[in-house]
């Protein structure tokens, strides 16, 4: 038997069972994570049992915190899973959505910027897996985020979370994107929004962190 290959083992579905969802999302679930994942199920099982989707209940239900199911909403609609624009959630399917977990590659413009920033994160929080490192090139590209401010927001992260997690630094990242930071100087601009960057936005003082930035990416802060 130990030079068999295991077949698997049959399964029986349930009779009955009134939700069905697309095999895509299945494929997909070690992109969006396990949250993401199940947030999508749940809310298509709302959808086709025809209720209304009230976040409050629903994290009660999953047993998260709303902010918790919020950020997997956001996640969601920035892959393409949701469209939330209107008055009402219409749930799609990305036509491509295999596409999401294949490595991208990085411009040569970017190389530089993006090497530094995994090499930072991994200095100060953990080395990213290559989901991780694929969407801190998702937030660079097609999000317009610079490098600076996602290292702020990591140092930010380390200040304010007694668990630092990379779901934890999307959220801010979602944050400041919805209210249009882009840029180093957009967050010295509106210093609020950082515990950290108030100290340098008063005093005008680089910090260590900043420092080193100036000294790796000079052009970036003429």
């Keep these: 038997m130990s030079g068999r ?10 009779e009955g069972m009134p939700v069905q969802v697309p095999v895509e999302i299945l494929e997909c679930q070690a ?3 396990p949250t993401a994942t199940l947030v999508w199920i749940n809310i298509v099982a709302l959808s086709q049992l025809g209720r209304p989707l009230q976040i409050n209940a629903l994290a009660d239900q999953m047993g998260l915190e709303k902010r918790e199911v919020s950020q997997a909403l956001a996640m969601l609609a920035d892959r393409g899973w949701i469209n939330d624009e209107g ?8 036509a491509h959505p295999e596409s999401a977990a294949t490595v991208e590659v990085v411009p040569n413009g970017e190389t530089d910027a993006y090497e530094w920033l995994v090499s930072y994160i991994s200095a100060r929080v953990t080395v990213p897996n290559p989901d991780e490192k694929r ?26 979370a007694a668990h630092q997690s990379f779901a934890y630094l999307e959220g801010i990242l979602r944050n400041w994107h919805g209210i249009g930071v882009r840029t180093y100087n957009d967050l010295l601009e509106n210093p609020y ?25 000079p052009d970036e802060f003429d």
């Excluded at 290959?5 to 349930?14: N, T």
Aim: contains cysteine; glycine residues 6%; positive net charge.
């Design 193 to 217: 929004l950082a515990k950290v960057l108030g100290p340098i936005a008063s005093s005008k003082e680089q910090n260590p962190a900043e420092q080193r930035w100036r000294e790796v990416f």
């Design 135 to 160: 969407k801190l090139l998702h937030w660079m590209q097609n999000k317009n985020l610079s490098h600076e401010v996602i290292a702020v927001a990591v140092e930010e992260m380390c200040a304010s």
């Design 31 to 33: 992109d969006l994570g």
């Design 5 to 14: 290959k295991s077949k698997g083992v049959l399964l029986r579905g349930v």
């Design 87 to 94: 008055l009402e959630i219409q749930l799609t399917v990305p």
